[in-house]
């Protein structure tokens, strides 16, 4: 399933074999930097971050008195990562364009290769009761934006969870690194071409059941009678992570009178289908490829389907 994993077992004084060994671990940078050098730079930049906002949450839990384009009472943490992801992005002399869920807009931040798109935090109402959220990236070599989700050069994402990991994509695989095995502050990798699982074990649907479309409530019921098991967060970067690594279905659909669904294009499902199907999964909207959908406004949403390569294949026959 995974090409490489990192072992470590736990001494009786308390030492794990990894710290013992001090095995060499291999770091972002030095990973994406194989695929392509300046990658590996941005992506060091993006990780950089996450101690740093580690650091904030505990004080910057409260309610800015702003509502992102999508309507949403915005969070002073929102704001923060914000301004944090589009400064070092820029500082980083790799990035022309910027637009992220928060701005609402395309900022231009300088000449570089790169155009990025940016959930900075999602699942903020998960921050109030220390639920899972995340930052999600989509990176565009040499495009304006917006751009198709087809065109992305890499995609990833952060989650501070229970601990900080990092994943990312290119169209030749996906990589997870987790913060603080070796050294406090860096991320080493956890596990190199990660696949989804063959047997599927998860599902989750976000929205409400009684305002889900037919084909929605047909295939819960399926997967229901099939035994799989009930997961869902209100993060869409932790329960796509739940998926990558156990296997499923994950949707927040059309709902009636809601027929775009809530994620946004740009900032949340490019990204992740482009991770799923880097991971041999796939990505609907029901009726079209989620990374084939074109791209209109900055504002767009689909619904949003995502997992399995089967379970994608069987749900979008329906429509
Ligand atoms: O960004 C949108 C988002 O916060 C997702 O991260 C999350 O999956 C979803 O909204 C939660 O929505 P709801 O509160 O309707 O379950
Ligand atoms: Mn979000």
Do not use: C
């Amino acid at each position: 399933m995974e090409g490489r994993k990192n072992s470590r077992t736990t001494s009786r004084d308390g030492t794990s074999s990894t710290e013992k060994r001090r095995a060499p671990s291999v770091s972002i940078a030095q990973h994406a930097g194989g695929f392509d050098p300046d990658l590996g730079r941005l992506l060091e930049r993006v990780a950089g971050l996450a101690p740093r906002i580690r650091k904030e949450l505990p004080v910057r839990r409260d309610p800015a008195t702003t509502r992102n384009l999508y309507g949403e009472q915005q969070l002073e943490l929102d704001i923060w990562m914000n301004d944090r992801f589009v400064d070092a992005l820029r500082d980083s002399k790799l990035v022309a364009q910027v637009a992220s869920e928060e701005m609402g807009r395309v900022k231009e931040v300088g000449r570089g290769r790169f155009s990025v798109v940016l959930d900075p935090l999602d699942g903020s109402s998960n921050v109030k009761s220390n639920n899972i959220f995340g930052t999600i990236f989509g990176i565009f070599d040499r495009k304006a934006l917006p751009a198709r989700g087809m065109d992305l050069f890499a995609a990833g994402y952060l989650i501070y969870g229970p601990a900080t990991t990092f994943v990312y994509a290119t169209g030749k695989g996906v990589h997870e690194f987790v913060q603080g095995g070796v050294h406090p502050d860096e991320f080493a990798l956890i596990a190199e071409g990660i696949r989804l699982p063959p047997k599927a074990k998860l599902y989750g649907i976000g929205g409400h059941r009684d305002k889900w479309i037919p084909e929605v409530k047909a295939f819960a019921g399926e997967l229901e009678r099939e035994l799989m098991n009930l997961r869902y967060g209100g993060s869409f970067v932790g329960d796509f992570n739940q998926i990558l690594h156990y296997g499923g279905f994950f949707a927040y659909p059309a709902q009636v009178g809601k027929p775009a669904g809530k994620y946004r294009l740009h900032f949340e499902s490019n990204p992740i289908a482009f991770i799923a199907e880097a991971a041999g999964g796939a990505g609907t909207t029901g009726t079209e490829r989620i990374l084939d959908v074109a791209a209109t406004g900055i504002d767009q949403t689909v619904p949003t389907y995502v997992g399995n390569r089967d379970l994608i294949d069987r749900f979008r026959s329906r429509f």
